[in-house]
């Protein structure tokens, strides 16, 4: 599967279903709207960009097969924004980019800030040289570093002077890891400035990024940045989302519910039993005896223990002298006894 995590969105786009129609064309699986806010966080958090089923309903011409996701792109000023404030706003986008400006947000979006894509304006000349291991603090976090060749293909002599040199110290300092290729395309340009995957691969190839890399930069790497970005909205402390399965079939919930109501009428029958056998021994002066054993009353005689059987069994064997051994030689010895005495 092939990722174009940045197609810029306006509100009045005539070329967005025709664009999106191309990437699909040119073999693109899922395709991040892009939203970009400068200045101050607004007021208001809620999501301007439509759903896919939203923007289906409305332009029929979508591909279906195409998912389409919704991104938000930061541009980080001088004092930075509240962490607190990004997560509220992050919980409503598929995706969270932060834009730096200079060396100093570019370093804070590395390290503090939460965020899923750190996106930098390739375009305009960098005050300093990328850093590898400021780079590498964001890349061990999960962050991804984008590149956007829509301004190297379609900008001025000086726009694409500066998007191949600091394209190339992008990939040195980052040693080719953790890097997204995504087109970047403007609405004014529309589908003039996408190219296939393939192309954005021989293209980073010129730039010094190697074709597995670059592989991974529009397929793998993207994946990876779509997943942890669901993750993180939709779970909690390693919990997956529970999603909603439907309802039961009619069917099978009446026919569970037909077995609930036997059990429960079998219940109220064997209760209504015991209760009529425990007011009838009432009435006959009868005291309730536990399970098994006979109802015993003021006119009927106790039962005898398994121990006071044996006793009255011992007892008349030794009153008719077959008590055991012994009586044998008692019953000799007193017969010799007797004729002695004759």
Not at 74 to 81: D, N, R
Not at 150 to 158: F, K, R, T
Not at 265 to 286: F, I, M, T, V
């Amino acid at each position: 599967m092939f990722y174009d995590l940045n197609v810029q969105w306006t509100p009045s786009d005539p070329n967005l279903p025709r664009t999106l129609a191309f990437l699909h064309e040119l073999g693109y699986n899922v395709v991040a709207l892009n939203h970009t806010i400068s200045g101050k966080l607004p007021t208001d958090l809620t999501n301007p960009i439509p759903t896919q089923s939203q923007l289906q309903q409305t332009h029929k011409s979508l591909p279906t097969k195409l998912t389409i996701l919704r991104r938000l792109t930061l541009v980080l000023s001088e004092s930075g924004h509240p962490n607190a404030r990004l997560t509220a706003l992050a919980s409503n986008y598929d995706l969270l980019a932060l834009r730096p400006v200079d060396e100093k947000t570019l370093s804070l979006a590395c390290s503090s800030m939460d965020c899923d894509i750190i996106s930098i304006d390739l375009t305009q000349r960098f005050g300093t040289y990328f850093k590898h291991k400021m780079l590498s603090v964001a890349i061990q976090s999960g962050k991804k570093i984008e590149i956007c060749y829509s301004g190297g293909v379609l900008g001025d002599a000086q726009g694409r002077r500066n998007m191949i040199s600091n394209a190339t110290q992008l990939i040195r300092a980052t040693r080719g890891r953790g890097l997204i290729i995504s087109s970047g395309v403007e609405t004014r340009t529309g589908a003039v400035g996408c190219r296939g995957p393939w192309d954005a691969v021989n293209l980073a190839a010129v730039w010094g990024l190697g074709q597995e890399r670059g592989y991974e930069a529009v397929s793998k790497e993207a994946r990876t940045v779509v997943v942890s970005g669901k993750l993180k909205r939709t779970g909690y402390r390693g919990a997956v989302d529970i999603v909603y399965g439907g309802e039961k079939p009619k069917e099978l919930d009446m026919g569970i519910r037909e077995k609930q109501a036997q059990k429960q009428s079998q219940k109220q029958k064997q209760g209504a039993k015991k209760d009529g056998a425990q007011q009838q021994n009432e009435q006959h002066g009868l005291k309730r005896k536990a399970d098994g054993d006979t109802p015993t009353g003021d006119g009927m005689e106790k039962p005898l223990s398994k121990r006071q059987q044996k006793k009255l069994a011992h007892a008349a064997r030794v009153a008719n002298g077959t008590a055991g051994p012994g009586a044998h030689k008692a019953s000799g010895n007193d017969a010799g006894s007797g004729a002695a005495a004759d």
